[in-house]
């Protein structure tokens, strides 16, 4: 069985040490010790995500299964200067990348709201075996028996966007001790939302063909921690470690409407440059 590859999940950390260092650049021509007088702010950036295992029902007229302990993966490409310009700043290619979107509003000095997407991305894996219980073209099949995954089979990604929108509310820290005169600050978050995805399903072995519809799918709770960087007064970097659960109560199968759901934990690291207005 191949192994899968790994991502580096510290891109995000590397990429905002290179910011620090170039705003410690210009921090000496600029004030960070005062406040913006900007309440609203917007963010853009980029995300990695890993998922635990977890148990994929399936129903249907002509079947009703279940693949237990499937293993998934994101799909964001490595960093690099090819794929930075190519993909990652690429317009034309905006929603290739995990992406994320943010707009917040500062109710007070330590305390906001804020609208948040995550554009992440959801594949599993070929090449695994599973037990896969149920039946389906009229044959029965014991919870002893393996199922080996492939296209041959079926394939199951969120790819077309696992798209969480959330309703944030986070609490901010200050941050001492920052090199020159860098300001930077610690946030506190919880978020709640719904989930969005545009799946990519085909369940070869039923002969059916995937649906391919934006479909409110399930529901999302997360909890996070930022660290956020002036670079120069109303300009910012942010990197988030976020922890939460996805219940996908509802996905759509097939053109036919057939179903399928399934929970899962997930981690994502990601990087996001904003501005205050």
């Known amino acids: 069985m ?10 995000t950390l590397l990429s905002l040490c290179a910011f620090c260092c170039l705003a410690n650049v210009h921090a000496a021509e600029v004030n960070f010790n005062l406040e913006s007088p900007h309440k609203w702010s917007f963010e853009w950036g980029w995300n990695n995500e890993s998922y635990s ?3 994929i029902h399936f129903k249907g007229i002509d079947h009703q299964f279940t693949l237990h302990g499937v ?7 490595i960093l690099t200067p090819q794929t930075l310009f190519n993909t990652y700043l690429n317009p034309g290619k905006i929603t290739i990348p995990q992406t994320n979107a943010r707009i917040a509003y500062q109710l007070n000095s330590d305390t906001a709201l804020a609208l948040n997407l995550d554009h992440m991305k959801y594949v599993v894996s070929d090449a695994q075996s599973v037990s896969a219980p149920g039946q ?24 077309d966007g696992l798209n969480v929108v959330s309703f944030e509310y986070e609490k901010k820290y200050p941050l001492n001790d920052l090199p020159g005169k860098l300001k930077g600050h610690l946030f506190a978050l919880v978020g709640v939302g719904i989930v969005i995805p ?10 059916q063909v995937r649906n391919d519809k934006f479909h409110q799918a399930g529901t999302n709770l997360d909890i996070a921690g930022v660290l956020e960087v002036d670079f120069m007064k109303d300009y910012f ?19 036919r409407q057939d179903k399928a759901s399934q929970i899962f934990n997930y981690q994502e690291a990601s990087l996001t440059l904003g501005f205050r207005f």
């Open 136 to 159: 389906y073209l009229q044959k029965n099949y014991p919870s002893a028996g393996q199922q080996y995954l492939s296209p041959a089979f079926m394939h199951y990604e969120h790819t």
């Open 2 to 11: 191949p192994k899968e590859k790994k991502k580096p999940m510290n891109q």
């Open 198 to 207: 545009k799946s990519n399903i085909t369940m070869t072995m039923l002969g």
């Open 237 to 255: 970097a942010r990197t988030t470690y976020k922890v939460g659960r996805i219940n996908l109560s509802d996905v759509v199968t097939s053109a």
């Open 71 to 77: 293993r998934a993966t994101d799909t964001q490409k």
């Open 53 to 55: 295992k977890s148990d």
